[in-house]
């Protein structure tokens, strides 16, 4: 497959380093609102509490997590970084598919479900078991989350276990560093 040039490669790691700033940006506000802005004194502020929560998971992490994944391939795909070559590469697919699995099917339902058990029940939601374990559902996930998306900063930055083994030669090697 054709490969891109210097400046292909700057614009799709640019639109990955968003991508990711989205992610972990959405993840880390999304958690502190949920930690310290949860105290609603009417039943309105409760539901617009869990509409904001929902709405920043579906605007800004959703998004930023699919980005990550697709710019991450099409990097792969389009580049001599490949996707078998390094394991620190191997590593990041493992956790990004990982967090996107836990955050559909574990993280989404526990802010998904939110808003219309509040618009069912108001305040007397906030004593409602399954809301008070979605709350902290998603705030320990959520922690969770956040140190996972910090290890593939750091992976990312520090590229460890570069090649697959002592001998290891990439056909290409990669420029970067
Ligand atoms: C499918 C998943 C992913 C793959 C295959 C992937 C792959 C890559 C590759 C090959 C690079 C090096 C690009 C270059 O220097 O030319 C890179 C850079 C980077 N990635 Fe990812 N990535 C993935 C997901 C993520 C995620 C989830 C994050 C963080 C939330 C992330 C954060 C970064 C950062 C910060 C850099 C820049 C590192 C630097 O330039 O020093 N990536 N990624």
Redesign the pocket.
């Known amino acids: 497959m054709a490969k891109l040039g210097n400046r292909g490669?700057r614009v799709l790691?640019t639109i990955?380093?968003v991508a990711?700033g989205l992610?972990?940006g959405g993840a880390v506000a999304l958690n502190l609102m949920i930690a310290g802005l949860s105290t609603a004194e009417s039943d309105g502020q409760l539901y617009g509490f869990n509409l904001a929560c929902k709405f920043l998971d579906d605007a800004v992490l959703i998004p930023g997590a699919m980005g990550?994944?697709v710019t991450?391939?099409l990097?792969?795909s389009l580049?001599n970084?490949g996707f078998w070559k390094h394991r620190w590469?191997i590593v990041?697919?493992v956790?990004?598919i990982f967090?996107i699995l836990f955050g559909t099917f574990y993280l989404g339902p526990t802010v998904n479900d939110q808003p219309e058990i509040s618009y069912r029940e108001g305040l007397m939601a906030l004593s409602n078991p399954e809301y008070i374990d979605n709350y902290y559902s998603s705030l320990k996930g959520g922690a969770v989350q956040i140190l996972l998306?910090l290890l593939?900063?750091l992976i990312?930055?520090f590229k460890p276990l570069k090649g697959r083994g002592r001998g290891f030669v990439p056909e290409h090697g990669?420029k970067?560093s």
């Open positions: 490669l790691r990955h380093l990711a992610w972990i990550c994944l991450g391939i990097i792969s580049t970084w590469v990041k697919y956790l990004t967090c998306l593939m900063f990312s930055v990669p970067a």
